[in-house]
């Protein structure tokens, strides 16, 4: 089965400018995730969808970014204006199932995006 | 915010040596999760623990999951070249779905 594919796999752009990064999950799953992964560091959930539906993007700083995932299956997250400090990789990820209680889902992560800021 | 604390952050060892990496949480986790990054690539899921005092392998991997379920352990015996990597655990947030990551443990295997 395919994985979850995202693109491009690389990006430098200079601060202030836009970017915009695409996600296609594994077919059927229901929940998708961004995540912020700094290097040295471990990944920061920026936001999880459940279908089309946001449950949590409370680590989303949400003056500069934002994300879609219109009709549940693909989604882009943006980034406008850019920051030095958003240079990382930026991890989607999918789950079959929807979130039950506090039980987490095993994850399936994309090959990310690398973003350079300058 | 709530953290789940990766000790040690980096480890060197000889190939064939054991390895130990340790998850600590000041709150009490309803599940643990495991996953191992190698370098340049994405997390893949190792394992989910649930109940109080779980032991699972895998081949060479032991994973725990404390009495109290405030904390986790990973061992890895007699390592090979092939678990170079970061490993991380990652736990629910609280209040949420979220899932929080730590900070992982870096392993480097000598041959």
């Known amino acids: 089965e395919a994985g979850v594919a995202q693109s491009p796999r690389y990006k430098i752009i200079e601060k202030r400018q836009s970017v915009a990064f695409w996600c296609n999950p594994i077919?059927?799953?229901?929940?998708l995730y961004w995540y912020q992964q700094i290097l040295g560091q471990g990944p920061k959930l920026l936001i999880q969808f459940q279908n089309n539906g946001v449950v949590d993007d409370s680590q989303l700083p949400k003056d500069r970014f934002s994300a879609e995932r219109l009709k549940g299956v693909d989604s882009t997250l943006k980034i406008q204006p850019a920051k030095l400090e958003d240079s990382a990789v930026y991890l989607c990820?999918?789950?079959?199932?929807?979130?039950?209680?506090?039980?987490?889902?095993?994850?399936?992560f994309g090959p990310g995006t690398r973003l350079t800021v300058l | 915010g709530q953290q789940v604390m990766q000790i040690p952050q980096y480890q060197h060892v000889q190939e064939g040596e054991d390895f130990t990496t340790y998850c600590n949480s000041s709150t009490t986790l309803s599940n643990i999760q495991w996953y191992k990054q190698r370098p340049g690539g994405h997390p893949v899921f190792l394992i989910q623990?649930?109940?109080?005092?779980e032991v699972k392998k895998q081949k060479r991997l032991t994973f725990q999951f404390g009495e109290a379920k405030k904390n986790s352990s990973l061992h890895i015996t007699a390592t090979q070249t092939t678990d170079v990597g970061t490993y991380f655990c990652?736990?629910?947030?609280?209040?949420?779905?979220?899932?929080?990551f730590g900070a992982g443990t870096r392993l480097f295997v000598k041959a």
């Open positions: 623990l649930v109940k109080s005092g």
């Open positions: 990820a999918s789950s079959l199932g929807v979130p039950r209680g506090r039980l987490l889902l095993r994850q399936f």
């Open positions: 990652a736990g629910p947030g609280t209040g949420g779905f979220k899932t929080i």
């Open positions: 077919s059927g799953h229901a929940t």
